[in-house]
């Protein structure tokens, strides 16, 4: 079981001869970057299937940025004027596309108006 900072529980307090206990609440202080260099973060499987998704979302984005820059560069070749807004315009348009896509194939509408809340 993990808890957060702040986090009131009631824990099992031990008397000087360590025989006897008793419950006492206890308010959790540590902070996130102690328990990831102790070890004491669990990361559950919901949370390791999200960061994949993401990766595997930057890896479609990114292959589709490459594809779309080769063809602006192919495409607006004979433009002199604005070649270089014409293929940021383009890049922006298909990375926005293809990420939001991506996100909500990967993720579905669920968890997206779920983050939007």
């Not at 360590?18 to 006492?24: C, D, P, Y």
């Not at 479609?60 to 433009?79: D, M």
């Amino acid at each position: 079981m993990t808890f957060k900072r702040f986090d009131v529980l009631v824990v099992p307090f031990p008397f000087t001869d360590s025989a006897t206990v008793k419950r006492r609440p206890a308010l959790v202080l540590s902070v996130e970057a102690f328990n990831d260099r102790a070890g004491h973060l669990v990361l559950d499987r919901a949370i390791l299937q999200s960061f994949a998704k993401f990766a595997l979302t930057g890896v479609i984005l990114g292959a589709a940025l490459w594809f779309a820059a080769r063809f602006a560069a192919v495409h607006l070749a004979q433009i002199s004027a604005f070649r270089d807004e014409a293929a940021l315009l383009i890049l922006v348009v298909v990375g926005a596309v293809v990420y939001a896509g991506s996100i909500l194939a990967l993720f579905g509408r669920r968890w997206l108006v779920s983050l939007v809340r």
